[in-house]
Structure formats: C-alpha cells, structure tokens
C-alpha cells in the first residue's frame, strides 16, 4: 500500500500477527542509508514481533525503494516527516493500543529525532546501530569518508552504489544536536549495537545509552553494522525487550 505525505508516496507494509484480538501494539519500522523495507534484518525483526503478538508497519522513506522523491533530495527533516506521517498513520488503526518506533542505521537516528518530538505518543524507541554521529560529521566537513569546508558545502558529495548526495542534506545535519533530542525523550528505549560494526561506531549507542533516562543496551559480539553474523543474537534482543514491554503494558 501506500501513505502519501505531503504529495509524496511512501511505499508501505502493515503486518498483522496470526493470534486473533482486538488490540495490538504498534511498531513502525525506518530502514537506513541506501537500505529500503525489505532489507533481511528489517523483515527479520518485523515477522519477529509480529510472531510475539505485535503489528508492524515497515516503510520505504523518501527517495528510497519504491516510494516517491530522489534519493539525491532526501535530508534527515524529510525522513522524520515522513516517519511522523506513519506514526500518524497508526494512531487512526482502531485496533491500536499503543505505538513503538523502531529504525536501522539512519533509520535509527531518524527515530531517535523523531522520538523526542512524539514523546507523547510513543511508548518506546528501539534503536539498531544508531547513525547518531552523521550531525557531527556534518559539522566537522566529514561525511560517508568523503572530506570538504563545512562552511563552504558542496552542491553534492558522492554517495554509494554511484549514487549522489545533495548538499541540502549537510545543512539540515549540520542544524541537529542529537543530545537535544535525547534528553526531551522520557520512555523505554533499546540499542542494538554489534561490537565489529565498520559503518557506525558501536560507542555511538554507548553514548546514548547514557544520554537516556531509561534505555537497555545490548552489544552483539563479533556482529557487524546489519548483523551479518548474528542477526538472531540482536532478533532475540529486540523480542526478550519487546516482550518485557508488553508485560508492563497489560499491568497498565
């Protein structure tokens, strides 16, 4: 299906769990940099909780997979639109107890923004290898390994896959404090960080495991930035977690 937000298409999945009721929590699901919705650790998570009772709503973002805008266009405001549209999106399914926001890579940085501005209808966060250095990167004229004057942004910067990047998207990053964010979000959040990880850091979910006020964080030994080594190591993460929100949800 699709969800159009502001006149552009989002390529979408709502997946339902097998058990029959009137009720579900809701977890949407951002994919990362280049990634798009049907990505193996994505699907991997998504038929998980819907496995342990949950509703999934998987999305492909601005400029990637099958849904409108160029990928050169995309810059991390247009991605948290789009994901307040699908948060949106859920709160009008009747059968909806409540929402959980679940990204990858920059689909993850994208939660933890967003996070923090639907801090009232949120529930939690669950952060996979969170992209939270991109804004620094930005600020210091370093970003995807390629070096330039962040006073002077370039009109493009290469991408992957021979692929461009605008520079509108520098100067939106180069605008976030991603510890603003953070701080103003008050609910369960969980990191899942595999500890080889070449693209992202693992000390960047470290950090933020501390920046919250009430997060888990699990590090994945030997596991690289998409869990090509373990992906059931952070799949049973996500679910022993999501499980444990569940049960505070029913005592509520």
């Not at 998570?45 to 496995?51: I, Q, R």
């Not at 949120?122 to 996979?128: A, F, S």
């Not at 930035?225 to 373990?230: A, G, K, L, M, S």
Request: charged fraction near 25%.
């Amino acid at each position: 299906m699709y969800i159009t937000d502001d006149g552009v298409r989002l390529n979408a999945s709502l997946e339902m769990p097998k058990e029959k009721k009137e009720k579900y929590p809701l977890v949407v699901i951002l994919h990362g940099f280049t990634g798009h919705m049907e990505e193996r650790h994505i699907l991997a998570v998504s038929h998980m909780l819907n496995e342990i009772g949950c509703a999934t709503l998987r999305a492909d973002l601005y400029g990637h997979g099958h849904s409108g805008g160029e990928f050169h266009d995309h810059t991390l405001f247009k991605w948290m639109t789009n994901a307040m549209t699908l948060i949106d999106y859920g709160r009008s399914l009747d059968f909806v107890s409540d929402i959980y926001l679940c990204g990858h890579s920059q689909g993850g940085l994208t939660a933890m923004l967003t996070g923090a501005l639907e801090r009232d209808v949120l529930r939690g966060l669950i952060l996979l290898s969170p992209a939270s250095m991109i804004p620094e990167g930005a600020r210091r004229g370093q970003l995807l390994g390629y070096p330039f004057d962040p006073e002077h942004i370039p009109d493009e910067i290469p991408a992957w896959n021979n692929q461009t990047l605008g520079g509108n998207y520098i100067r939106v990053a180069q605008s976030i404090r991603v510890e603003e964010y953070t701080a103003r979000y008050k609910g369960s959040v969980l990191l899942v960080h595999g500890d080889a990880d070449g693209a992202v850091p693992v000390q960047c979910s470290i950090d933020a495991a501390e920046q919250y006020e009430n997060a888990e964080l699990a590090v994945i030994p030997g596991d690289g930035h998409c869990y090509e080594n373990h992906l059931d190591q952070a799949v049973d993460a996500v679910r022993k977690w999501m499980e444990k929100q569940m049960r505070e949800e029913k005592k509520a």
